[in-house]
């Protein structure tokens, strides 16, 4: 008769043959994020923060991962996304998240996950603004995005030209000044900005694309560590850890 071992056993089993991997005494994996609440997010508001002045539904997901998995980190929230970005794709033993998995991005990093997902939106006034019924309708419109995210480079692949701001919360002002006729954005990113500065009559006009959110590592990490990690991760799924129905703001 053939026996079958439970998941949750098999996972329990593989996450201690990587724990008891070797690995150096000093090694740290540098981890890299920036405010994109409710995922990461400095507890002051300000654009530099370190552990444990960082929050976040992404954030405790990952520093669970790296305790369950043994390994040493050191965490940093800065400012912009592209030199955290550079900085990661540059340096050994680095990483980055909340990141989506695009193609483009694909071969660029060693990935972990997925720990989150969002929506890619475009977001309108109710007083009137466009309502495109498609992403071909919205070429007519001036679109502001954030300087390289991912939904910045999702519309540029797609061959817009979207204004880009160096703060998501920009195009926030821009769309109520009418510098812009929509903001193309994150959901439930976009509502946070917008609760946290007192903005209404701001709805999602089109969402055209759910993307899910990593912890990016720079390609030289050695392959154990990522292998940890992932088990790690799977180990806590496997527990209900940042469900659906414990976190719905991650589904």
């Known amino acids: 008769m053939r026996r079958y071992i439970p998941l949750h056993l098999l996972l329990g089993l593989l996450f201690s043959h990587f724990a008891h991997a070797e690995l150096p005494a000093d090694y740290r994996v ?23 002045n960082i929050h ?33 794709l540059e340096t050994p033993n680095h990483g980055l998240f909340s990141t989506s998995l695009s193609e483009a991005r694909r071969p660029l990093f060693k990935w972990v996950g997925p720990i989150a997902q969002y929506e890619s939106v475009l977001v309108g006034r109710e007083d009137g603004g466009p309502r495109p019924a498609n992403l071909e309708q919205a070429r007519a419109y001036r679109i502001g995005a954030y300087r390289s995210a991912a939904v910045s480079q999702h519309l540029e692949r797609l061959g817009f030209t979207p204004h880009n701001a160096l703060r998501d919360q920009e195009n926030l002002r821009k769309l109520q000044r009418g510098q812009i006729d929509l903001w193309a954005t994150s959901d439930p990113v976009w509502r946070h900005y917008a609760r946290e500065q007192g903005v209404s009559g701001l709805s999602t006009v089109l969402s055209f694309e759910t993307s899910q959110l990593y912890l990016a590592l720079n390609k030289d990490t050695p392959d154990e560590v990522v292998e940890r990690l992932q088990a790690a991760l799977e180990q806590m799924r496997d527990e209900g850890y940042g469900s659906c129905a414990k976190n719905p703001q991650l589904c």
């Open 30 to 52: 540098v981890l890299l994020t920036e405010n994109f609440p409710p995922f990461n997010l400095a507890a002051n508001g300000k654009n530099f923060a370190r552990d444990p």
């Open 56 to 88: 976040g539904l992404s954030a405790d997901i990952v520093r669970e991962m790296f305790r369950r998995a043994g390994i040493g980190y050191s965490l940093t929230l800065r400012f912009p996304w592209a030199r955290i970005y550079k900085q990661t």
